[in-house]
């Protein structure tokens, strides 16, 4: 799933954090290789989640940041 929803979306455009209640070993990083944002896995503590979900927010507006100031140079 990651791997087309990355065919249509970069990184920069669309975040996806994902959530499984299986091990997380192999399984959050294959899903990180394919270009998930985050892993989290249950359970977990709905702060954690929200944590992970600014820290996603605001990677992506660093990047835009970053885009925009090389666009003007």
Known sequence: LI??????????DLAIIGVS??????????????????????PFEDEEFKCRINQTMEMLEIIAEVEECREEQ
């Open 21 to 42: 209640s299986y091990g997380s070993g192999p399984l959050s990083a294959k899903f990180l290789k394919h270009g998930a944002n985050d892993f989290l896995t249950k």
């Open 3 to 12: 791997i087309k929803v990355r065919e249509r979306f970069r990184k920069k």
